[in-house]
């Protein structure tokens, strides 16, 4: 096996979890508003839902990165992500998101949609998804993904 290859899963781990440091960053840097957005739900206490969320941000995807109790970081982190697309990306409450006219509505419709996309890319993680190797898959392009396509 390649060195590309062996590097292409942690790639991938790494494009999937990189913006959760930098969410728990920006938190930090932007207190206020962040405390606000945790606020703005039906759940109380949100400095400490913000101090928890800033916890999952930064530890999860560090123990996804390193593979160390990385199916149950990938589970609080799809949970957390699932959590947060309903509480605070509620799009189906503002007007005019059909026609277009409704741009904070729209734009909460999309990031709810980014984190179920995320959600997605961490039950792989969960589910121990198992990946063909870079070079297989450069040899093979058209195979389905259900192909056993090299040693993945």
């Known amino acids: 096996m390649t060195l590309i290859d062996r590097c292409t899963p942690l790639l991938a781990r790494f494009f999937l979890i990189v913006l959760f440091p930098f969410s728990a ?3 930090m ?3 206020n508003a962040a405390l606000q957005q945790a606020n703005s739900s039906f759940l109380p206490g949100g ?3 913000l ?5 999952v941000e930064i530890v999860c995807p560090l123990l996804i990165l390193i593979q160390h109790f990385d199916r149950l ?3 609080v ?3 957390f992500c699932a959590i947060t697309a309903v509480l605070y990306h509620p799009f189906w409450k503002f007007p005019g998101i059909i026609d277009g006219s409704g741009t904070e ?3 909460h419709f999309w990031d709810f949609l980014k984190n179920f996309g995320l959600v997605g890319g961490l039950m792989f993680v969960m589910l121990g998804a198992r990946t063909a190797p870079l070079s297989a898959v450069a040899q093979h392009p058209l195979a389905s993904g ?5 040693n993945g």
């Open 77 to 79: 982190l799809a949970g």
């Open 73 to 75: 970081a990938a589970f």
């Open 47 to 49: 400095q400490v839902l």
């Open 51 to 55: 101090v928890l969320a800033m916890i």
């Open 146 to 150: 259900s192909e056993r396509v090299g």
């Open 29 to 31: 840097i932007h207190w």
């Open 105 to 107: 509505g729209l734009s």
């Open 25 to 27: 960053i920006d938190k």
